[in-house]
């Protein structure tokens, strides 16, 4: 008889997003006159880039000729978008990469679920809370924690809260960690980190041998100069984290699916018995064993997003969702409602009016401004009397939004 994987048992349902289109049907089928704002996906809803779409077609008319044809490429990507990446996105901070460090893929999501293939089932894993849920669930699948409490904590995972209190700057754990998820600026919270606040926590990985996994897929967003793009720019940092990036939120990839794993030579671990591998080779293995490449002209068109006019176009459309970002922040800050992120990060967190607790004020929001957003108690226990409204939508919906709960909450 074949048995499952029983670790997908401990999962909690796929709750949140479920239980959010529930009510949002519910409510639409009993006022169907009422126009509904959404303001609670985590996706673009901008077109690709001019110079995007060109280099994307270009691609596939190559694929039409038998003397530019091209089958499967290199299970790491072509080397030629490498060193664009290279080129581009990390000469420009100080950070120098060799092109067998970078490891191009269908997307970080898969990414940072795929990277625990490389480690021991007994490294201690501390994880932000409220955090990106692929981080928790895909370490309780591969057997790593036991069973949730009634909050939502699973056993044997080290949580990190990060709330008002703390100024979003999570503690380093009480007792050692192996691994330590971060992601600057933070889904949900649209926070960024300081150069200070990396360097204690690459300090405290070089010490203590962890690894840190830092995503990095919403570091295009960052406009406020001194903030950090990459974890590299932390000295010590090519020594003890794995940077995942996408092309998702930077250019709309979110439905072309493209992104990029950094694994940089000098990145060790330890074998039981104390030799230190590189975890390159091991990732390296990994990939070329299970995966089989990026689609050339989808490698074309992530290309394309470092040319000029690519650039160009590219930064506009995020220009456009940081607007949205700041009409939401200002307009609802205006109201007397305590706003955090959106200046660096499509995300604005909100501390929920009078204290509700997020499905209350999610449902009155639905009610009485026909507006959906997302409760931040979704994302983790210390979400609970937060919100998320993301600033990925049309620029006349965002306004439209902030009248109605300006209308309903302001002075
Ligand atoms: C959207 C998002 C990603 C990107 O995932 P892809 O698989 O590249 O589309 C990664 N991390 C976080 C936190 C995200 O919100």
């Known amino acids: 008889m074949a048995h499952i994987n029983d670790n997908y048992l401990k999962l909690q349902a796929g709750y949140l997003f479920p239980e959010i289109g529930r009510r949002v049907q519910q409510f639409a089928a009993a006022n169907p006159d009422a126009r509904l704002i959404r303001l609670g996906i985590g996706d673009v809803t901008r077109p690709l880039a001019p110079a995007v779409v060109e280099a994307f077609h270009a691609g ?3 694929l039409a000729r038998r003397e530019s044809f091209h089958g499967y490429g290199p299970e790491h990507g072509y080397q030629w978008l490498s060193e664009v990446i290279i080129e581009k996105a990390y000469k420009p901070l100080g950070v120098e990469l060799k092109a067998a460090e970078v490891f191009i893929s269908d997307g970080s999501k898969c990414d940072t679920a795929n990277i625990l293939d490389i480690f021991a089932l007994d490294n201690k894993i501390a994880i932000c809370d409220p955090v990106y849920p692929v981080y928790i669930d895909t370490n309780v699948m591969i057997g790593r924690s036991g069973e949730a409490d009634s909050r939502g904590y699973y056993e044997g995972i080290t949580y990190l809260p990060m709330t008002a209190e703390n100024n979003f700057t999570p503690a380093l754990p009480v007792e050692k960690v192996d691994i330590i998820y971060l992601c600057y600026p933070n889904n949900p919270t649209g926070t960024v980190a300081t150069r200070e606040q990396l360097q204690v926590w690459v300090d405290y990985a070089v010490a203590n041998e962890s690894i840190i996994l830092f995503d990095a897929a919403y570091e295009a967003f960052i406009r406020q100069p001194g903030i950090p793009h990459s974890i590299y720019e932390i000295p010590g940092a090519k020594n003890c984290a794995i940077e995942f990036r996408s092309f998702s939120k930077t250019a709309g990839f979110t439905g072309v ?29 990994r990939q070329g064993t299970k995966f089989n490449g990026v689609s050339y002209p989808v490698q074309k068109a992530a290309a394309a997003v470092y040319s000029d006019e690519g650039w160009t176009q590219i930064t506009a459309t995020i220009d456009y969702y940081l607007h949205n970002a700041r009409l939401i922040r200002e307009g609802l800050t205006a109201a007397g409602i305590t706003c955090f992120g959106g200046e660096n990060s499509p995300y604005i967190w909100l501390k929920t009016p009078e204290e509700m607790a997020s499905w209350d004020f999610f449902d009155k929001l639905l009610s009485e401004c026909h507006v959906v957003g997302t409760p931040g108690s979704g994302f983790g226990p210390s979400g609970e009397g937060y919100f998320r409204l993301s600033a990925f939508g049309d620029v006349e919906d965002v306004k439209e939004a902030v009248k109605r709960l300006r209308d309903r909450w302001g002075c």
Request: aromatic fraction near 6%.
């Open 60 to 62: 596939i008319d190559d």
């Open 257 to 285: 699916r493209c992104g990029l794993t950094i694994v940089p030579e000098e990145l060790g671990a330890r074998t039981f018995g104390g030799e230190k591998i590189a975890l390159n080779q091991l990732w390296n293995r």
